[in-house]
């Protein structure tokens, strides 16, 4: 296929990093609000997924992940969904062991990497010595030759957070992602729950378009799409690629991670669902078996 003749598409970058190295903070900045502030304890619970448009007009969507260590399947959701993974490292607190965590994730599903070094305004930051720990922990950063990006910046005061932007607009357009906006729509899961108004997940669309009355399949549940949301809970018509929206109308609710597929109807739909329930059965029968 020729990749070249379809539409861009917002590229997927996940901001990773240790617990408290400022992840929230920094995509508050971008997104110009304040949801660290409001976070229950200040510890990240879940993906947040959400479109900026920066200021170049271009729309990027990002991804927000805890870097608290229980959730780790959550962070290799985030490496494993995403096109650009931007690496928080606190100045005064340099790599720990999410950070290293994220690195591997980052390393093995072939994500390119920026840094940024955040928390540069406190008194004890030590940017050298974090780079020294970074490329002493394989990251080819351009100080020392390689060539991934490194940005000092502060969440707090906001400097650096131009540069940051511009890095992260720049590479997208380097890489230049695009995909078919049309055909049967394909896209992941990232989070679910249970809301007021019935049974929600956030779903990344990765090709094709939602709309509502949709029909989709993840894992054994199916869903004709009642409401497409975006984060801020405004009703969307439609959902393109790159675009993550919440979905109602689940039977079921499913789980986080599922890959989520377009059906032609409903009837489609169910026996996929039927087939998989069965397929999942026969294989704990064979396991009882074994
Ligand atoms: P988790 O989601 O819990 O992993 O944390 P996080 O990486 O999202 O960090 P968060 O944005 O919640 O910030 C953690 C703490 O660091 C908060 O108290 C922030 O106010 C503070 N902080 C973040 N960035 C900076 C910065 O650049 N300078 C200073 N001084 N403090 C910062
Ligand atoms: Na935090
Ligand atoms: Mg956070």
């Given at each position: 296929d020729d990749v070249s003749s379809l539409p861009s598409r917002p590229p997927v970058v996940t901001i990773m990093g240790h617990v408290d190295h400022g992840k929230t903070t920094l995509l508050d900045w971008l997104r110009k609000s304040s949801v660290a502030a409001q976070e229950h304890g200040g510890i990240t619970q879940h993906i947040g997924a959400f479109v900026v448009k920066m200021s170049t007009g271009r729309q990027i969507t990002f991804l927000d992940t805890p870097g608290h260590a229980a959730f780790l399947s959550m962070r290799q959701r985030g490496a494993n969904v995403t096109d650009i993974v931007v690496l928080v490292v606190a100045a005064d607190d340099s790599v720990m062991p999410q950070t290293i965590e994220a690195l591997k994730h980052a390393t093995s599903a072939k994500v390119p990497?920026?840094?940024?070094?955040?928390?540069?305004?406190?008194?004890?930051?030590?940017?050298?010595?974090?780079?020294?720990?970074?490329?002493?922990?394989?990251v080819e950063i351009e100080d020392?030759?390689?060539?991934?990006?490194?940005?000092?910046?502060?969440?707090?005061?906001?400097?650096?957070?131009?540069?940051?932007?511009?890095?992260?607009?720049?590479?997208?357009?380097?890489?230049?992602?695009?995909?078919?906006?049309?055909?049967?729509?394909?896209?992941?899961?990232?989070?679910?729950?249970?809301?007021?108004n019935g049974k929600a997940a956030t779903v990344l669309v990765k090709r094709g378009t939602l709309r509502p009355g949709d029909v989709i399949v993840a894992g054994k549940t199916w869903a004709r799409i009642r409401v497409l949301r975006n984060e801020a809970g405004k009703e969307l018509a439609e959902a393109p690629p790159g675009s993550p929206v919440e979905i109602l109308g689940w039977r079921e609710l499913p789980d986080a991670g599922q890959r989520v597929l377009q059906a032609p109807d409903e009837g489609r739909a169910k026996t996929a669902v039927e087939y998989r329930m069965e397929m999942a059965e026969r294989e704990e029968s064979s396991a009882q078996l074994a």
């Open positions: 990497i920026i840094v940024a070094i955040n928390k540069i305004d406190k008194e004890d930051a030590r940017v050298d010595q974090v780079k020294a720990d970074l490329a002493r922990h394989g020392y030759g390689g060539d991934v990006q490194v940005v000092c910046v502060s969440g707090k005061t906001g400097q650096g957070m131009a540069d940051l932007e511009e890095n992260i607009v720049t590479l997208s357009e380097i890489l230049d992602f695009r995909a078919e906006p049309d055909g049967m729509a394909e896209g992941w899961v990232l989070e679910s729950s249970v809301k007021q």
